[in-house]
């Protein structure tokens, strides 16, 4: 919901509402990512509403409640239907280029929006709930993913590899992609978010371990995703 001034309500107060309810049992909070920590609050502006939200939810008194994590949506490099807005990230498949974080080695999770809502479901059933509930659809390195990448278009991509200490001094390959980004997304703005998620990538704040229940559900795989026609 947008207020008319443009600003998003709090979601504190949807959780106060629903912990007031005589009928509300369950909630699930805003997630759908990585968790975060306060150390984040000054890297992307969405995550500090986020962690306030859970500070509240840790303070409810009847609300089931729990926060569902998928690594980063795999919806963004595959032709499989999706309604996510398009949006190149370290592997730009349409140009054959790719600017890699760090070393390109540490594991990342990624999960299709229509198996992160498999899981919802299968959530929805289950008798108990956690704090934090994780669907890891795949979880491969940018490296792997650049040779995926160029398996599936059979030819050689155009590498890149952006160091931890250029990435924090707000210094970022810019793909083809991007370019066309620009109309929609100021360069600087873009670069920034870029910078930010490449350093969480290096870091490992995509690492994720699945929970129990996401063992269940079959989830579309980096390679197919890639190959998907």
Request: hydrophobic content about 40%.
């Amino acid at each position: 919901m947008m207020l008319p001034d443009g600003s998003v309500p709090p979601e504190e107060d949807l959780i106060r509402a629903a912990d007031a309810s005589k009928t509300t049992k369950r909630i699930i909070s805003s997630g759908w990512g990585i968790p975060h920590s306060p150390e984040q609050i000054k890297d992307l502006p969405s995550v500090a509403p986020k962690l306030n939200a859970e500070k509240v939810l840790q303070n409810v008194k009847d609300l089931e409640h729990t926060i569902v994590h998928n690594g980063f949506f795999l919806d963004y490099w595959t032709s499989k239907p999706t309604n996510m807005t398009p949006m190149t990230l370290i592997v730009d498949s349409a140009n054959k280029a790719a600017a890699v974080p760090g070393d390109g080695n540490t594991p990342i999770a990624f999960t299709h929006t229509t198996d992160v809502a498999k899981f919802v479901a299968a959530l929805i059933e289950a008798d108990k709930w956690e704090a934090h509930s994780t669907i890891v659809g795949d979880k491969v390195s940018w490296n792997e993913f650049v040779k995926l990448a160029e398996d599936a278009q059979g030819s050689k991509f155009n590498i890149a590899y952006d160091s931890v200490q250029d990435l924090k001094n707000g210094k970022v390959t810019e793909l083809p992609g991007h370019v066309h980004a620009y109309q929609f997304i100021p360069k600087e703005i873009l670069q920034g978010m870029s910078c930010t998620f490449g350093l969480w990538f290096a870091g490992g704040a995509f690492d994720l371990t699945p929970s129990p229940l996401a063992s269940s559900i079959q989830t579309l795989k980096v390679k197919e995703a890639l190959e998907y026609k």
